[in-house]
């Protein structure tokens, strides 16, 4: 286990990583009609403001690096059109080389970064003549190599990568384009890591977060961010559903507790005194279990709670329906527990009626229960808690373990 493969795609995961962590802190500028893209026209894209590209390297960001050159041509080519943004963007760990020109870039309009951008260019011409003469007058290089007969096979000289880039960029032909974008490029430098971008994030925007949840925040958001559903649809997101998540997450790990909602429960008690439920599933169970019409509309006007409940935690952003779901479940797992363990305690000897008896009494027990907390709430109402019971057992179960009973028989 110990022997490293020729190909370590460790690296290559970690860029994927930090792009996604920029994306996020992009997602956190975005206004309400703003939508963000992720590898679709680029690194990271706010549709119609920023282009950005993010390179993590080690080394200093000079003049002749292939990773300006590389990023201005591919904003040039032709099936890219730059027009489109307010800002094309180099973010990038790199920091300026010592003697790199491109340091002042920020300071200058856009005849002065085309100047820095031609006397770079030139400097690489002249380096690369003065290398052709000397292969000329016949200097030894680094690419020469002895033949079988040991003669010397010199090598041509050829401009390297940079410079076929810098001829890209400076072309007369795309001259026009170019003047146009090097009015909207920026250059970010000296950005931190992998690890310092997350702390930095951590304290600029999980403050309100206990301390040891911030990871598990951390991966939940990320998780959304490259969700199969996501890569496979496009990779884009709103404002609307990235503010969503976000507020969904921040509820789940707050530090402290939320206030639930307030609902006029004299509206949803008469609103319940108006329905009709003696064919719904709920209905029919107590009806079974001899409830009178006065349990079945507290009942129904519980169902109705939590009905109205769960609309308002998930349209203030403040639940998941995972959270929801997840509640349900708990609550459908201890049901059937209590319920089993009050079924052992009836007698076969007992009647129908007696059966009845016994289960009302099940039911007035189980109802009268403290609701357990749902999330991270101040406190968790009544209404809400026996409502999802209501709503358990007024659901067709698909299997036998998802059966929601009040009756302690079979």
């Not at 790990?253 to 319940?272: M, Q």
Request: aromatic share 10%.
């Amino acid at each position: 286990m110990n022997v490293k493969l020729d190909f370590d795609a460790t690296k290559l995961f970690e860029a994927l990583k930090y792009q996604i962590h920029v994306a996020i802190n992009y997602c956190h500028t975005l206004e309400k009609h703003d939508v963000l893209w992720i590898e679709v026209f680029g690194d990271v894209t706010v549709e119609g403001r920023d282009q950005v590209e993010i390179k993590d390297y080690g080394d200093s960001l000079t003049d002749g690096h292939e990773n300006f050159w590389n990023t201005l041509n591919n904003w040039l080519k032709p099936d890219f059109r730059h027009q489109q943004y307010a800002n094309l963007i180099l973010l990038t760990t790199q920091a300026y080389g010592e003697r790199a020109s491109l340091k002042n870039w920020e300071q200058l309009d856009v005849h002065g970064r085309l100047a820095v951008l031609k006397t770079i260019h030139e400097a690489a011409e002249a380096r690369f003549e003065k290398a052709k003469q000397s292969a000329d007058n016949g200097g030894s290089k680094p690419n020469d190599k002895a033949s079988d007969d040991g003669k010397i096979e010199r090598k041509s000289v050829n401009p390297s990568e940079v410079l076929k880039l810098q001829r890209k960029v400076l072309a007369t032909n795309v001259r026009e384009s170019l003047m146009e974008a090097l009015s909207k490029v920026k250059i970010i430098t000296d950005q931190p890591d992998l690890l310092g971008l997350i702390s930095t994030y951590k304290m600029r925007y999980l403050k309100g977060i206990q301390p040891h949840r911030m990871d598990s925040f951390l991966d939940d958001l990320f998780g959304f961010m490259t969700s199969a559903l996501k890569i496979t649809g496009g990779w884009r997101f709103t404002a609307a559903e990235f503010d969503k998540k976000f507020a969904e997450l921040t509820a789940r790990y707050l530090i402290g507790s939320l206030k639930f909602p307030r609902l006029n429960s004299d509206d949803v008690e008469i609103e319940a005194s108006r329905m009709d439920v003696r064919d719904r599933l709920y209905a029919i169970k107590l009806d079974e279990i001899g409830s009178d019409e006065e349990i079945i509309l507290q009942a129904t006007a519980d169902l109705l709670h939590a009905q109205q409940y769960i609309a308002e935690l998930i349209k203030d952003c403040t639940t998941a329906q995972e959270d929801i779901e997840d509640y349900s479940k708990n609550q459908l797992r201890m049901h059937r527990s209590s319920r089993s363990s009050f079924m052992r305690k009836c007698s076969s000897a007992w009647s129908h009626a007696e059966l009845q008896k016994a289960s009302c009494t099940f039911y007035d027990e189980r109802c009268a229960e403290a609701a357990e907390r749902f999330s991270t709430y101040d406190f968790t109402p009544i209404e809400f808690r026996n409502g999802i019971y209501h709503m358990l057992a007024d659901e067709e179960p698909a299997s036998p373990l998802k059966e929601f009973h009040w009756r302690l028989w079979k």
